[in-house]
Each structure stands twice: as structure tokens, then as C-alpha cells.
């Protein structure tokens, strides 16, 4: 007999007698949402080429993620999420995490920017509990076919962004890096990412995903044949692409990616899959030589140019969310000394509030120093204005722990590290136990993201995708 509540009817009780097969399905379609809906509202300021749009990027991830928190409600009030201690523990962590969040919000300098993350940013305390919805949704999910709906989710939304991203390489249109320094054309790719470096952290996570899903496929009927085409062109053109970021995490993701699929290979015995890297390693290659050859852009040497993305092309001239960067004070074609100077003035800035921090998305306040007058007399009204005038500040360093530490306080970064070991240790006992083939994949694409964010940083475009591929790897697959 159905369960009901109150005298109530049955179709109104659906919750209690929700299958998990069926409460699944739903869970995939917030999975899904999650890896695409922020980059399709992307969309929207790369093709009017507004800059002052990019706000509207995050009424994609507020979507996805009212969803997900209803999703996250009926798989607390079902059960779904799972008894077990590491399970028990992630939560509990990120539970805690959101409440310091709030804790940090009403100790930061702007409480709305904290509330809602800053205009071309959006990674405010409401972001933080939409991923905690993104994760408690991949926790839930239960049977091997929700699980391949994420793998095949992560890899659509990297060769939808790859392809995009491509369209810019060749066109120099559809985005914001035509330009990485004022005189330098190198129609570097972000795709429907907002940055570089954030595509390039989507795509890493994107060919992990499709290389050990190809080593660990056996392809031995039609529809696995049709799955790995459409992986093998996913590696290709995220590959190719990555590269086009010139970032540090676009060449070490791919490098990464490559040795978890090296590995992968030897571990299952099968060292004819590590054909599967012809995917990644050949079309990277590719990209490097058209480029040494002169056929993008107007430059002919292939090099990184982290700095110049970083806090003139991305955080000055497109956020309008850190102020103009001197070579004075910073070597911005020294890639070493960016991240190395980025990282000790943010831990200086962490030394300042270490309980609460700046409060989330406003690691740029500390560091203003002037109200941003103009010499007509003009007073700026906007924040934005007041920043980009205060010289060699930034809003983003490039470090995802000293940036949680910074602008949330060391109770998060703390909580933050006991979720990832969490995952990490479920990541262990997937591959260990020789569990689905669906885990161990989302095991390594987790594990490969842990590692990324020690050189990026969490955004609105990757982050829904990580926490996702997260949850799903401390999931209680049934079948």
C-alpha cells in the first residue's frame, strides 16, 4: 500500500512514494541543468558582446540550482543521499561551510556583493548553497544510468564550450579575448566560460572524463561504438582547444589527463586503450604548431599568457572587478611570478581576518586604497568604477584553498578540505574495489579537479560540474 500523510491523496504524497529509480530521473535532470545552463545564458553577453551582461550568467546557475535544492529536499526527506560515515561527513562539512558563510557574509565589506557575488562573478553565498545542492544531488543518485547521464552531461558541456571557443580562435568574435593585452592578438578561446582559465579548468575535467571512459569502455557492440566516436571527438576538440587558452591549467590539465588515462590503461591491463591518448596528446600538438606557424592571430610563438588574462583581459578589461595592472609592480608575461605574488598578497590579506575573511567574492576590498575621484570632479557611483581605479589590485587568486581561506576564513578552508579528502577517499575505494566502471571515471575527473584547483580557482561555469562529479562519486549505486 502507497504511503500517505495527514488523510491526504496519493498523487499528493508522491515524495513518500518516490522509487529511487524514479527520483533518479529527476536527479539527472538537475545534473544536467548544472553542467549546461549556465554556459547557455553565457550565450546571451557573448553574442551581443555587452560586457556588462555577464550578470545574467548567473540566472543560469540560480536555476539549475533552485532545482537541485528541490531535488536535495526530497533526498534528505527519502534517504537518498546515503548513511554511510564518509557521506555523513562531506555533508556535515559543507553544512558547516554554508552556515561560516553566512557567519562571513555579515562580517564582509558589502553585504549584497556577499549575498549575490560580485556583478561578473556571481560567486556569492548564494552560489556556495547552490553547490551544495549540485552536491547532495550527485550523492543521490542511484543506479548506473543516472550515473552515465553525468558522464556523458560533462563531456557535452566541454564540446559545447570547446566549439565555442573554437568559433573565437578562428574568428576573433562571440568573445571578450580577441585581445589578451592591449597589443597582443592572440584570439585566445573561453568559450561560454567568461575566462580562459575557467574554460580551460571545464575542458580538463572534459577529457578526463572521455579518456578513461574510452579505456574503460569495451566497445564491443554498435551503441558503445557510437559512445566512443562521440568521446573520442570530444578528446579531440577539447584537446585542441584547451590549448588555445595559453594557461598553465589548459597545459596541465591536458598533461594530467593524459597520465590518469596512462595509468588507467596499465592498471586494467589493456595497453592497447593507450591509443585512447592519440586523442589528446595529437590535436594539443596541433594547436601548438598552427600557432608557432603564424595561423592565429597576429602572434607566431606559442606561450602562456596566465598574467595578462588574469588581471587585464579577464579581471580589469572584461569583471571590471580588479584595477589596471603595472609591470611595475608585477611581471605579467612571468607566469612564476604572477601566481607566486597573487598567492603571498593573498595570504597576507588572509592573516588580516582569518576567522571570517573578506567575505566571499570581495577579495579585491582590502586592498583599495583610494575612493577612485576622477580629476573633472566626477564621483563615481558604481563599485566597479571606485575599483578598476585603484592600480595592481585583484579580485581572484589563482589558488582555490588560499582564496577560500582569504575571502571565507580558515573554518572554511577547513571544511572545504574535509569534504575533498572525503571525496578523495571515496575516490580510493571506487578504484580499489574495482567498483562501476561509471565510479572509478568520475573518481579520476574528481581527483584530477582537486589537483587543477591548486593553479585555478572555483567559478560559476566549472564549479557546478566539479560538485556534481563530487556527489556522484560518494553515490550508493544500486545497479
Known amino acids: 500500500m502507497q504511503k500517505t500523510i495527514f488523510n491526504s491523496t496519493e498523487k499528493s504524497n508522491f515524495i513518500l512514494n518516490l522509487s529511487e529509480e524514479n527520483f533518479s530521473k529527476i536527479a539527472v535532470g538537475g545534473i544536467l541543468s548544472a553542467c549546461f545552463l549556465t554556459s547557455l ?61 553566512i557567519v562571513s557574509s555579515i562580517f564582509s565589506y558589502d553585504l549584497n556583493i556577499a549575498l ?49 571557443g573554437l ?40 577529457v578526463t572524463v572521455s579518456l578513461v571512459s574510452l579505456v574503460l569502455g569495451d566497445g564491443k557492440n554498435n551503441k558503445n561504438k557510437y559512445k566512443n566516436i562521440f568521446l573520442i571527438i570530444c578528446s579531440c576538440v577539447c584537446s585542441f582547444c584547451a590549448m588555445f587558452t595559453y594557461s598553465l591549467v589548459g597545459i596541465c590539465g591536458m598533461a594530467l589527463s593524459s597520465l590518469v588515462c596512462l595509468f588507467t590503461a596499465l592498471a586494467v591491463k589493456k595497453p592497447k586503450k593507450l591509443l585512447s591518448l592519440l586523442s589528446c596528446v595529437v590535436p594539443a600538438v596541433c594547436a601548438v604548431v598552427m600557432v608557432n606557424a603564424g595561423l592565429i592571430g597576429e602572434i607566431d610563438s606559442y606561450r602562456l599568457y ?77 563599485v566597479s568604477e571606485i575599483i578598476v581605479q585603484n592600480k595592481n589590485t585583484f579580485d581572484k587568486v589563482y589558488n582555490d584553498y588560499i582564496y577560500t581561506c582569504s575571502t571565507r576564513g580558515i573554518p572554511s578552508l577547513i571544511a572545504l578540505l574535509i569534504i575533498l579528502i572525503s571525496v578523495v577517499s571515496a575516490c580510493v575505494k571506487n578504484i580499489k574495489s574495482g567498483n562501476s566502471s561509471e565510479k ?6 574528481s581527483a ?17 560540474v566539479f ?11 544500486k545497479n
Open 41 to 101: 545564458f553565457t550565450m546571451i553577453p557573448e553574442i551581443i558582446g555587452n560586457s556588462g551582461l555577464y550578470s545574467m550568467c548567473s540566472v543560469g546557475l540560480a536555476i539549475s540550482g533552485v532545482f537541485c535544492m528541490i531535488v536535495t529536499l526530497i533526498a534528505f526527506i527519502r534517504k537518498f543521499v546515503g548513511q554511510k560515515k564518509l557521506n555523513i561527513i562531506a555533508v556535515s562539512a559543507f553544512g558547516f561551510m554554508l552556515i561560516w558563510g
Open 116 to 164: 549575490y557575488g560580485y556583478p561578473a562573478r556571481g560567486e556569492g553565498l548564494f552560489a556556495i548553497v547552490f553547490y551544495f545542492s549540485f552536491f547532495v544531488t550527485g550523492m543521490s543518485l542511484k543506479t548506473k544510468k543516472a550515473i552515465e547521464f553525468l558522464i556523458y552531461g560533462v563531456c557535452g558541456t566541454g564540446l559545447l564550450n570547446a566549439l565555442w
Open 167 to 206: 568559433v573565437q580562435v578562428f574568428t576573433g568574435k562571440l568573445g571578450q579575448y580577441k585581445f589578451v593585452r592591449m597589443d597582443v592578438q592572440a584570439n585566445a578561446s573561453s568559450g561560454l566560460s567568461q575566462s580562459p582559465i575557467f574554460l580551460a579548468m571545464l575542458l580538463t575535467v572534459s
Open 306 to 382: 596566465d598574467g595578462s588574462i588574469m588581471l587585464w583581459a579577464d579581471g580589469y578589461y572584461r569583471a571590471n572587478a580588479n584595477g589596471l595592472p603595472e609591470s611595475q609592480s608585477i611581471d605579467l608575461n612571468d607566469t612564476a611570478d604572477v601566481y607566486s605574488k597573487l598567492n603571498s598578497k593573498a595570504l597576507n590579506i588572509a592573516t588580516q581576518s582569518p576567522l571570517t575573511g573578506t567575505g566571499p567574492d570581495q577579495l579585491v576590498f582590502p586592498q583599495l586604497y583610494t575612493s577612485g575621484d576622477f580629476d573633472d570632479g566626477y564621483t563615481p557611483q558604481d
Open 440 to 445: 572509478i571515471v568520475l573518481s579520476a575527473a
Open 448 to 464: 584530477v579537479s582537486i589537483v587543477i584547483l591548486f593553479i585555478s580557482v572555483s567559478n560559476i561555469t566549472f564549479s557546478p
Open 467 to 477: 560538485w556534481c562529479i563530487s556527489g556522484a562519486v560518494l553515490s550508493q549505486q
